[in-house]
């Protein structure tokens, strides 16, 4: 049996794309390696941009979303400064007259809500089928793996979320290795948040405090080293360590739970398709987390993935000329999310102090120029093409 479309990986990309295709009358079978009703990605933050709340709202899981107690915290400012240097700006909602600049949302009733969504839908998953290889033919994708059935699984295109895109063959990838790891946890401090989020960057590297339901969510850049340093510290150790490093921009930390690290990489496709596939999500890019544009930039490959797919002629599905269409119209976005977050990390996270000056100025321009300022919120408020 043909299927038009195979999605692997039902994580909230492949959802969001198995959404888009709802009403489209097209097979779709949609495969992921989870159990029903699991979610082993559930102890992450996810943040979202006000342009993906609108793409949520039109694939019908916002109100979902919403209705769960806690699971979206509205960011209304963000305070950005470095350490050591001068040069401070902050973005605001309330000057694009928005009721917030994104949201810090949680990966588990993200997926709840995605869930959710497509049962109301009418579309179902494939659970427990864990995809070993990926392969095409000038006709189809030819889909393998642990409990798929008898033989492989074939689709005129194969859609690829998995989070990694390692079982697609004939992808080339670039890699950067940040020797890096980002610390990531829950902090809670005296004063509430108020929907203030805050980014600082520092000698060691960029920290994040984003607001969400009573805690801050944290994201910490260190070396390896310091990393393992910092996780073995007890929790009163912690914060305290926290807050000294954090200097002056916010204090009062009296709590931390749930440390846990992860190795910090920049991994992309440079075309995100190979014969009869397309990978999206963190399978076509894993961008470092310094300004939260990962899932954003992920949500909008499944969107305009699933736009190029029901404007294409089912038996023209996964040809060349798809492939090449929606490459050529994510480019723009997709390497501009890979050269914003890298180049954030490579002007605002060295020691050099030589740069404290130059970049105390650009943060200072930002927020004294209200054009470049309009520019920069937009940009992280839709992405940046
Ligand atoms: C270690 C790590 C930590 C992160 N922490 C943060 C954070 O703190 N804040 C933040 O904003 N972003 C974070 N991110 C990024 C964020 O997780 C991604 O942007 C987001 O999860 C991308 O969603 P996705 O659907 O593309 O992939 P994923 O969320 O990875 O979902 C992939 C889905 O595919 C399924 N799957 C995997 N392999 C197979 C297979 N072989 N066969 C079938 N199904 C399969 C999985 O079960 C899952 O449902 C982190 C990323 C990583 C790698």
Redesign the pocket.
Known sequence: MLHDVAI????????ALALALADADLDVVI????APGET??GD????LSHGARLILERLGVWRALADIADAATPITDIDISQAGGFGHATLAAADEGLPALGYVVS?RAL?AAMDQALSRAGVGIRHG????GVAGTSTHAVID?EGIGAGPLHARLAAI????G??VSGLTRRRHDYRQV?I?ARVWREAPHRGRAYERFTPQGPVALLPEGDHY?L?WTATPERAAELLALDDAAFVATLASHFGTRTGGFTRAADRRS?PLVLEYAHEPVAMRSVV????AQ?LH?VA?Q??NV?LRDAFELGQVIVDTPREALGDDAMLRRYTRQRRPDRMAGVAFTHGLVSVFGNDLAAARWPRGLALALLDALPLAKRAFTRAMLFGLH
């Open positions: 692997v990986g039902a994580g909230p990309v492949g959802s495969l992921d390696a989870r082993p990605r992450r933050s996810l943040a990966y997926q089928v864990a995809v070993r793996g979320a998995d989070g990694t390692a079982a980002a990531v969510s994201v992860f999206l999500g963190n399978a894993t987390p939260g990962g899932f992920g």
